[in-house]
């Protein structure tokens, strides 16, 4: 199995209030991607990056910020999460562009 | 932007059946993904294929880049395929990152 690692792994917190997760990982792959996950969408990206300091927006970055200051580490932030941001929301890793996928356990994320 | 379609939506079959689900997309791409998902929400890739038909123990992947379709099929069906099965394509446009189908939930009853 790739190592790739959550956390947290469960959160609840409420309205107005920052929330950063957190996705690290120990393969070295350059592209790392965070999705959420929601009844009747599917898995949709919010945003993603390509290499140190090199990040990109998705289709629903919208309150959502990023950083990734070291190859492993990818962090996403809700800088005042709202209740529509409650979801469940996936890291993954790739070698490149089009290479196979590995995902992270998931994060449920609550926002009362 | 590509649009990704699965059909269908929820499909429950009995222990060893033949099961089909595909997978249609808008934008021409070099590759497509197939996902499994576990019932405990775990996400496994299980291929990535661009042209052809491609082989993992009773699963099989087939691709028409022409038809712009895909199909995942399983074979001799087993209560422990039970699963959500998603497929992926590149979101198109020169951007990154790929747009997911909503997949389709697998049940096998034994």
């Known amino acids: 199995d790739a190592g790739i690692t959550q956390s947290p792994r469960h959160k609840v917190t409420e309205t107005g209030t920052p929330v950063t997760l957190r996705c690290h990982q120990t393969?070295?792959?350059?592209?790392m991607y965070w999705y959420r996950q929601d009844p009747g969408h599917g898995l949709r990206l919010i945003h993603y990056s390509y290499g140190v300091k090199d990040t990109d927006k998705g289709e629903v970055s919208d309150g959502y910020s990023v950083s990734r200051s070291k190859t492993e580490d990818f962090l996403l932030t809700l800088e005042s999460a709202t209740s529509s941001q409650t979801s469940v929301y996936f890291c993954a890793i790739s070698a490149g562009h089009m290479e196979k996928l590995f995902f992270g356990s998931g994060t449920q994320l609550s926002v009362l | 932007k590509n649009e990704v379609e699965q059909s269908p939506q929820n499909l429950t079959a009995q222990e060893g059946e033949f099961i089909t689900i595909n997978c249609s997309y808008s934008v021409g791409i070099s590759a497509l993904h197939w996902l499994q998902q576990h019932p405990g929400g775990g996400i496994v890739s299980l291929f990535m294929l661009s042209s052809g038909k491609k082989k993992h123990g009773r699963l099989i992947a087939t691709i028409n880049i022409q038809e712009k379709h895909s199909s995942l099929h399983i074979t001799a069906s087993h209560p422990r395929d039970s699963a959500v099965y998603i497929c992926?394509?590149?979101?198109?446009?020169?951007?990154?990152?790929?747009?997911f189908g909503k997949g389709t939930h697998l049940i096998i009853q034994p």
């Open positions: 992926a394509a590149p979101r198109g446009g020169g951007a990154d990152g790929l747009t």
């Open positions: 393969e070295n792959h350059r592209y």
